[in-house]
């Protein structure tokens, strides 16, 4: 671990800016490389058109056309991100699942402070369509 984050937004699923309360929070989730051929990357799908498929509810290989269920495949990355607590203001990373939890009914990635323990919620962001 170190001062990671990434220089480009290419190489990522997901990947947010923002305050939280007191404190703040930037995290973010690579790509990850195909559990089949270990050589491509699985990304959107690409249509024939050349457009990346946003909506799609699945990712594809970028080499072999593998195909993994959207949720099944975001919930086996790992989520990583630097914070500072809302609650003591300390500096810190974190490394969790990329899954989301109900939190106070919404759908969040959560994850404790390591220093005070404190549920840092990074809850969805309504759609800006
Ligand atoms: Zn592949
Ligand atoms: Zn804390």
Redesign the pocket.
């Known amino acids: 671990m170190g001062e990671n984050i990434p220089e480009s937004m290419e190489d990522l699923v997901y990947w947010t800016s923002r305050k939280i309360g007191n404190g703040n929070i930037k995290a973010w989730v690579y790509r990850g490389e195909?559990p089949?051929?270990h050589?491509?990357l699985m990304g959107k799908p690409i249509g024939p058109d050349g457009k990346v498929k946003t909506r799609a509810n699945y990712y594809e290989?970028t080499?072999?056309g593998?195909n993994i269920d959207k949720q099944g495949y975001e919930e086996s990355l790992d989520c990583e991100c630097i914070y500072t607590c809302p609650e003591c203001s300390h500096k810190g990373e974190a490394v969790f699942p990329f899954k989301r939890k109900k939190y106070k009914g919404v759908d969040a990635l959560v994850f404790n402070c390591e220093k005070c323990n404190a549920k840092i919620a990074i809850t969805k962001k309504l759609k800006n369509v």
């Open positions: 195909c089949k051929c050589k491509g290989c080499e072999c593998n």
